[in-house]
């Protein structure tokens, strides 16, 4: 099977959405996702949008669905997803039904084993439910925590938590060192990565042991 790299576009507004679309398109990315923060900024026209200027290109509408599973495939499908996601931790009910209504709507469902206390036999929940894609998702809240030292390309230490805002705003939280970090900005995409870690460079080097 051929490999399908799908870009997450985890931005809050319309206009950023489509500018980021247009670069992963040009870099080779097969489907787009109109990722949760998307969908709660913008709701169904996140999706319309993303559909009107890329009307051959699977769309996964990302809503993690946990009730009102046909209602919510139907808002999607309706809007132009080809694809939406329905939550593993949710009622089977719920699944089903996001499966029935994918299959009355011509969208297809993938199943996220987020947070499900055993994942494979999640997926396989997923399967046998009729989901026709599972999601193996590690949280993104989980991933933020530094685990132990050594195992990132960051200054820190282990157990410390971090977290990135939409158009620049960063913080982290170092308990070893008993420190917190705040910086305030508003960046443009490409250079938000490089100030945040030109921060956190400069915090470290001004401590001293």
């Not at 499966?99 to 036999?121: E, T």
């Not at 977290?163 to 960063?170: D, H, I, L, N, T």
Request: overall charge negative; glycine content about 10%.
């Amino acid at each position: 099977m051929k490999p399908i790299v799908q870009i997450s576009l985890d931005i809050v507004n319309i206009p950023e959405a489509l500018e980021t679309a247009h670069m992963a398109m040009r870099a080779g990315v097969d489907w787009l996702e109109a990722g949760t923060p998307l969908i709660i900024a913008e709701g169904m026209n996140g999706v319309r949008a993303l559909r009107a200027e890329f009307p051959e290109v699977p769309i996964v509408a990302d809503l993690k669905t946990m009730d009102g599973g046909w209602l919510e495939a139907e808002l999607m499908a309706k809007a132009g997803a080809s694809l939406v996601v329905v939550m593993g931790q949710a009622h089977r009910e719920t699944v089903e039904l996001v499966v029935r209504a994918g299959k009355d709507l011509g969208v297809k469902v993938m199943g996220d084993n987020l947070g499900m206390v055993d994942m494979v036999s999640g997926a396989k929940l997923l399967e046998d439910a009729g989901c026709d894609y599972v999601i193996h998702h590690i949280a993104y809240d989980l991933r933020t925590v530094r685990k132990e030292q050594g195992i990132a390309g960051i200054p820190g230490s282990a157990g410390d938590f971090t977290w990135a805002g939409y158009s620049g705003p960063y913080f982290w939280v170092d308990p070893k060192e008993q420190l917190v970090a705040v910086v305030m900005m508003q960046a443009p995409g490409p250079s938000r990565p490089y100030y945040r870690r030109l921060f956190r460079d400069l915090v470290y080097q001004a401590i001293v042991d």
